[in-house]
């Protein structure tokens, strides 16, 4: 059904906002406007709105303080690895079918030779309370954009290197789920009121806020009181259709209460270029499209999590969509898809025969031991489920039919998180359960222990590890001590964007200060090491590295000319203000070229820099005619660029002549090079 809800752009009088300082409080004026709502499912007031801020400061709250974020920049704790007594490091065991209590007790000879470690950003506060359990209060979602770190009530969004920081939310109950969509242009969170917002994260501003309530229920008292909803405990973004003009992806939330609520059609990436270029017409529009759709969890009036829902899991492939949701209770696991209605409710519900409505389709149950599943996470090629119970059993299952094809009992884990294939495993291509290459973080252990006695709760005697796993032979390929408030990022990013690095967050509570640091691990393999510096954007150190271990410098110089092509935004290039700066910049590009000795490649590298000058893009031109004499193929498109290029200037677009000012546009001329011209 179509959505009576209303998306609040606020495009037309964004300010452009400075950039962030590295440390924040509550303390800010700059929060943001009253938005108009109308309401959803159920006559229920809007919660409140969470506050964005950029104004550095401290805020004391009498219990504890504001969390204080600073960046590290990639600071090296490589040598700090054994930081803890009995800390391990790297080794290989083969572990069989099942992984025992232990089987965990690692050794470390090479610590330093298979893997890094890096501190990216460090926060902390004061608390006049120090609790010994080591349950979750942080966490971290990273995207192929960014890095969001949800604790208690405060959401820092940094940019996926960890070197900046876009923006932060502040709100007033405690935010319980978080997610950021595709292109991480929105971050949506539900907090312990059952309040669901959106936030567009460029303009800092809240386009979405609503209280989750099925229809029907009754209105709450006051809004963002303890009885305005139940809690939403899940959400998650997916993308349900993708073409070459248009997005469209699909919201799901959880409610403690079980309640499913799906948002479809949603455009976001649309709607962000609306939002900045303050087109509310088309914000409408795209706003009316927008489908809304509640389903209760249950099966012939009984609640299947009855114990609790951890997790949720939305999944689009081969045109077909799947919920799948995972907690305790009658069911460990089910799911939930699309279909079409067959029963009729009333007299007068002959027309909502044919519609579609989400029903259960599918149920674990009792197949983890009666504990319920905790996590739930799908495999890179969305073939398989991978899901952990409360009590430690680690289980593959063929995601159409629920089929269970791998069991790993009494592993002790805690958390889990799926990672690419890497030189510990089988290639991409042959990715299958046997090719599976997760992290996990280990359940509180006692220091120096050969064995994992997971009963040991005092924070001060006891540990976690951290640990790379290859399944289905359950290999650990690595072992690390954390301490016990360790968690695991939740990668959301697509398998062509995921790397074979570990980011995971680990926590200290001493002296009333309460700290966690933002922790990145990855392999020292050469090429793998290379590509971490190449996907930071540290070029100088990655050809000195490159140096250092005898790779090609064109794999490091082609990897930097890629990166200037897929720029959106061509900072590179906008820093060019005068003929002089557009001619060494091209001299730079030639010198990288000259090591490439792909020649389409570098033919192509002319072709599509949108140079600011016109005597520098001809320069460019003439370097690609000169190498398409050695590939023929390329010839006649070079031709025709050059030919575009003069008829270009001939209609009044060849700029000033003057070194000191650059009126040529290169992106329009890009747009008319590729332009077809007979239409």
Request: a negative charge; aromatic letters at 6%.
């Amino acid at each position: 059904m179509e959505s009576d809800e209303s998306l609040e752009t606020v495009a037309s009088n964004a300010p452009t906002s400075p950039p962030l300082q590295r440390r924040y409080s509550s303390d800010s004026d700059d929060s943001a406007d009253g938005s108009k709502r109308r309401k959803l499912g159920c006559d229920t007031d809007p919660p409140a709105e969470p506050e964005l801020h950029n104004t550095p400061g401290f805020k004391d709250s009498g219990k504890a303080s504001e969390w204080r974020l600073e960046l590290c920049s990639g600071s090296d704790e490589t040598l700090q690895l054994q930081r803890l007594s009995g800390a391990s490091g790297a080794r290989q065991t083969n572990l069989g079918a099942t992984f025992t209590q232990r089987s965990v007790a690692p050794t470390n000879e090479n610590a330093f030779d298979s893997y890094r470690l890096e501190t990216l950003a460090t926060a902390e506060r004061t608390t006049l309370t120090c609790s010994n359990s080591p349950e979750r209060w942080c966490d971290a979602t990273i995207s192929a954009q960014h890095v969001a770190i949800t604790i208690g009530r405060q959401i820092h969004i940094l940019s996926v290197d960890c070197r900046k920081q876009e923006a932060v939310v502040c709100h007033d109950s405690d935010i319980l789920a978080t997610s950021l969509n595709c292109d991480s242009s929105f971050v949506a969170f539900g907090d312990s009121t059952g309040a669901l917002f959106i936030v567009h994260i460029k303009t800092r501003r809240p386009v979405f806020s609503q209280v989750i309530k099925p229809p029907g229920s009754f209105p709450n008292i006051a809004a963002g009181s303890a009885a305005s909803g139940s809690a939403i405990v899940a959400l998650q973004f997916a993308v349900s259709q993708s073409t070459d003009a248009h997005i469209r992806e699909e919201l799901v939330v959880v409610t403690s209460e079980g309640t499913l609520v799906r948002f479809s059609s949603l455009q976001l990436c649309l709607l962000s270029q609306t939002i900045l270029d303050g087109d509310m017409a088309l914000a409408a529009q795209i706003k009316g499209e927008i489908n809304v759709e509640f389903a209760s969890l249950t099966s012939s009036g009984r609640p299947i999590h009855s114990g609790g829902i951890s997790g949720v899991s939305l999944i689009h492939a081969n045109g077909s969509s799947h919920v799948v949701v995972v907690g305790s209770g009658d069911a460990c696991m089910s799911c939930w898809r699309r279909e079409e209605c067959s029963q009729l409710v009333g007299e007068d519900d002959d027309g909502q025969r044919g519609l579609m409505a989400t029903q259960l389709a599918d149920i674990v149950s009792f197949e983890c031991s009666g504990s319920g599943y905790a996590k739930v996470a799908l495999s890179l090629d969305q073939h398989y489920l991978v899901a952990l119970s409360k009590s430690g059993s680690l289980d593959v299952y063929e995601r159409l039919t629920l089929t269970l094809v791998f069991r790993y009992a009494d592993t002790l884990i805690d958390d889990f998180s799926l990672l690419a294939p890497g030189s510990t495993s089988a290639s991409a291509e042959s990715l299958s359960p046997s090719s599976i290459l997760l992290a996990a973080i280990s359940k509180p252990v006692p220091l120096g222990s050969e064995r994992d006695d997971s009963d040991n709760d005092d924070d001060e005697d006891s540990c976690r590890r951290l640990l790379v796993i290859s399944l289905p032979s359950m290999e650990v390929v690595y072992s690390m001590d954390t301490s016990v408030w360790s968690w695991l990022a939740r990668d959301i990013r697509s398998s062509g964007d995921v790397a074979d690095t570990i980011l995971f967050v680990e926590g200290t509570h001493v002296d009333g200060v309460q700290t966690f640091h933002l922790r990145n691990l990855y392999e020292t393999v050469p090429m793998e090491r290379l590509s971490h510096f190449l996907r930071a954007g540290r070029y100088a150190e990655a050809e000195a590295f490159a140096e250092e271990n005898d790779i090609p410098l064109a794999v490091v110089y082609r990897k930097r000319l890629e990166d200037i092509l897929s720029d959106p935004d061509h900072s590179s290039l906008s820093e060019l203000s005068s003929e002089d700066e557009a001619v060494a910049f091209v001299d730079q590009i030639l010198e990288l070229l000259a090591h490439m000795d792909d020649t389409a490649f570098a033919i192509d590298v002319c072709m599509r820099l949108p140079i600011p000058s016109l005597r520098s893009t001809q320069r460019l031109l003439l370097h690609a005619r000169s190498l398409a004499d050695k590939d023929t193929s390329s010839m006649a498109k070079v031709v025709d660029a050059i030919q575009r290029l003069g008829t270009w200037c001939s209609i009044g677009n060849g700029g000033s002549r003057q070194r000191s000012v650059m009126q040529f546009d290169g992106q329009a001329w890009q747009g008319f090079r590729t332009a077809d011209l007979a239409s």
